[in-house]
């Protein structure tokens, strides 16, 4: 979800603000999943590298977190929505912890969207941590190296519960992965667009979603 901070720049108004508005957009690209029957939806809302911001920002950013998941987690539990997160969770701070584990626990039970909040998310670490995972089964004698592929280290990745992303929607136009997922998108459609994420409405992810209808996945096969 790129663009929050240049959008508000382009306002003259705080980084923050720009946040702010980013969280109407979820909003929207949510009610939009819902409509189409999407299981699954993905959102990057803070990277292990975004620990390196000020922390001003940072704290205000927990807590937009801790007031939205406050605010939303009732409705999302009255809409079907179940919420999930990946990454170093145990990096947040304690009062955000203990509003995903309210949120998480409130919304357990339901069978709508599943929504994923990426929360001190690394691509790169999550493969780390798989394959360390896998070293130490190895030590232990429970794991024939020769046994590894790659289901057996998708099922150590932060992912192992849910399916590879169909489509990746790229906001503010910049054309690179920034560390997320490298692993799942493999064989993912890409759609990229100039719009600033608090500018994205549910009307351009319906757009993205008719470009992604009109692709021909092959999978690296012939036809």
């Not at 009732?74 to 701070?93: C, F, Q």
């Amino acid at each position: 979800m790129d663009g929050n901070g240049r959008w508000a720049g382009q306002q003259g108004l705080s980084r923050i603000h720009g946040h702010e508005r980013g969280a109407d957009a979820v909003r929207g690209s949510l009610e939009g999943c819902r409509e189409l029957g999407v299981e699954f939806l993905t959102l990057y809302a803070f990277s292990t590298e975004n620990w390196k911001r000020p922390k001003t920002e940072i704290s205000a950013l927990m807590s937009l977190l801790e007031r939205f998941l406050k605010k939303e987690a009732p409705e999302l539990a009255r809409k079907g929505v179940r919420l999930e997160t990946i990454g170093r969770i145990a990096d947040l701070p304690a009062s955000t912890r203990k509003e995903l584990d309210r949120a998480k626990k409130l919304t357990e039970g339901n069978h709508g969207t599943t929504l994923i909040l990426a929360l001190s998310y690394s691509s790169r670490v999550e493969i780390i941590d798989a394959v360390q995972s896998l070293a130490r089964e190895v030590r232990d004698g429970k794991l024939d190296p020769e046994a590894i592929d790659a289901g057996r280290l998708s099922r150590h990745l932060y992912t192992a519960a849910y399916p590879d992303p169909d489509l990746l929607i790229r906001t503010s136009g910049e054309m690179r992965l920034s560390n997320f997922l490298l692993w799942q998108l493999s064989y993912t459609e890409l759609y990229v667009t100039r719009k600033l994420w608090p500018d994205f409405r549910k009307e351009d992810l319906l757009e993205a979603v008719r470009d992604f209808g009109t692709r021909h996945r092959r999978f690296g096969a012939v036809g």
